[in-house]
């Protein structure tokens, strides 16, 4: 397989090509941080949260991530 064609496994993969950043910007538009820190248990959604600083955590902490992937992928499934 070369470099350009894409990835079997990616096909189906509505995450693909969607960056963190796009995701947690919808999900905090959808929801909003109270919401947000209700759906996961994190500190840097419940104090003084923002966008720079829930990014650095959720790039080093997988389970938090895969919440909020999970979350985005409810909310463009039910649109």
């Known amino acids: 397989m070369d470099e350009k064609s894409p990835n079997k496994t990616q096909l189906n993969n509505p ?7 796009e995701i947690l910007n919808e999900v905090v538009e959808e929801y909003g941080w109270d919401e947000l820190a209700r759906m996961v248990n ?7 949260p923002s966008i720079k600083s829930s990014l ?7 389970w938090a991530r895969t919440k909020v992937e999970n979350i985005y992928l409810y909310l463009i ?3």
């Open 15 to 21: 995450l693909h090509g969607v960056k963190l950043v």
């Open 42 to 48: 994190i500190r840097c959604f419940k104090f003084d």
């Open 56 to 62: 650095a955590f959720l790039r080093k902490t997988p």
């Open 77 to 79: 499934k039910t649109r």
